[in-house]
């Protein structure tokens, strides 16, 4: 187990950027993109960074899930093979990123939060035109199994724009619209963010006394940000999450390779 002692600025800095990445994620998804570069800029080893931020992103996702669940946008059982192989996904992707030094994931992480926030810039938005569940077919069952391997992999080997990769894959994949692609988003991150949260307490890469003040301030940011979704739609916040992803990711690949 790693701990760190922060100054009570930093901390209350960090409780403010996690309701804003907890909002953020519940709407859009993409929470990690602001969490993971400030607990990197705060002074945590980037192995510790992605395994508090699954702490702190487990709460918030839970939270999100259990809203869209009871506003009847998830079906689990319609679902249950995306998440089962989100749950290996996210396994073999976290005891991966173990394997990685911490030097190549400082250099290495900035560029894929870079990557993914111009990938969010530039991808076309699916329309926001189909109200019901795909219909149930073999092709279905394989879009299932190879989106929730490759995005719990991914979830559980870095993480930032999980959320808003499922969102926008599974608009386009399954035809649905952006509540009923946001509701599998919020409950496949919550079982990745899990997953790969037990494996980083086993490997003692998660500072608990961040982890869960950052939690409860996503908590807080997601239940707010889950109904506000639910009721107005996620276009509203895209222009500032993006401004402020690509200036933090681009102060750390400045740090990271000046």
């Not at 709407?27 to 993971?36: E, F, K, P, R, Y």
């Not at 395994?51 to 918030?60: D, H, I, M, Q, R």
């Not at 530039?122 to 149930?136: F, M, N, S």
Request: one cysteine or more; glycine letters at 12%.
């Amino acid at each position: 187990m790693f701990e760190l002692a922060l100054e009570p600025n930093l901390i209350a800095l960090l409780a403010i950027v996690a309701f804003v990445a907890g909002f953020i994620d519940a709407v859009a998804g993409g929470g990690g993109l602001l969490t993971i570069p400030a607990l990197l800029t705060a002074g945590l080893p980037p192995h510790v960074a992605l395994g508090t931020n699954k702490l702190a992103a487990s709460f918030g996702s839970m939270t999100a899930s259990v809203t869209y669940y009871r506003k009847k946008l998830f079906d689990p059982k319609f679902w249950w093979q995306s998440l089962l192989a989100t749950f290996i996904g996210a396994a073999v992707g976290t005891l991966a990123v173990d394997q990685f030094s911490a030097d190549f994931l400082n250099k290495a992480l900035p560029l894929v939060i870079l990557a993914i926030a111009i990938y969010t810039l530039l991808a076309p938005q699916p329309k926001d035109d189909h109200h019901g569940l795909p219909q149930v077919c073999m092709g279905h069952r394989l879009k299932q199994w190879l989106q929730g391997l490759t995005l719990g992999f991914y979830d559980g080997f870095a993480g930032p724009g999980t959320g808003a990769f499922w969102t926008v894959s599974s608009m386009m994949l399954y035809r649905m619209n952006i509540l009923l692609s946001s509701g599998l988003a919020r409950t496949t991150n919550f079982v990745s963010n899990a997953t790969s949260l037990f494996f980083f307490i086993g490997l003692g890469h998660v500072n608990f006394g961040i982890g869960i003040t950052m939690g409860l301030c996503l908590m807080l940011g997601a239940w707010i940000g889950a109904h506000s979704a639910i009721r107005f739609g996620g276009k509203f916040i895209r222009p500032v999450f993006i401004t402020m992803v690509l200036l933090i990711a681009g102060k750390l690949a400045w740090e990271a390779w000046s």
